[in-house]
């Protein structure tokens, strides 16, 4: 009897171990592993913000492809393969970076200095929260080195 009964104790324990493994297992299923952006806009210069933008632009994920230019008064050119109008730009010194949610998608937006929504320009669309964080991170960094006094080149 009583090996019958130590049986079932044993079983019990081993069942709820089991259970519990189960259950932490499980925590560490369906979160993105690229929740975070890999890079540090504060400590990069104008043409690293650049080139970091061009390659979320590029992500086969989304469903345009993005490209950026910066010319040397701060003005963004944006051109969007898949997309119109195919190129637009915006100043980038003094605009501020918004986001809205269009039909699932977000946009970013570049706002003018001016505050009118109207003359928005959609710098990139997206279904992804990381991009939109990384994009929005990249554009208020690349906006506020614009208000920097450029340092002279060693």
Request: with cysteine; glycine share 8%.
């Amino acid at each position: 009897m009583n090996a019958t009964r130590d049986l079932r104790c044993a079983g019990r324990g081993a069942g709820s171990l089991m259970v519990l493994v189960m259950l932490l297992s499980g925590c560490f299923d369906g979160y993105p592993t690229d929740d975070a952006p890999r890079f540090e806009p504060a400590r990069m210069s104008q043409a690293e913000l650049l080139e970091e933008l061009n390659a979320l632009g590029a992500d086969p994920l989304l469903d345009k492809r993005w490209r950026y230019t910066l010319d040397a008064a701060c003005k963004l050119r944006i051109s969007v393969r898949k997309g119109l109008p195919p190129e637009r730009h915006v100043m980038l010194t003094g605009s501020r970076v918004d986001v809205r949610s269009v039909e699932g998608r977000t946009e970013v937006l570049l706002l003018p200095q001016s505050g009118d929504e109207s003359a928005g320009v959609v710098a990139l669309e997206t279904r992804r929260w990381t991009d939109t964080v990384s994009a929005r991170l990249i554009l208020t960094h690349l906006e506020l080195s614009c208000r920097q006094p450029k340092r002279a080149e060693p």
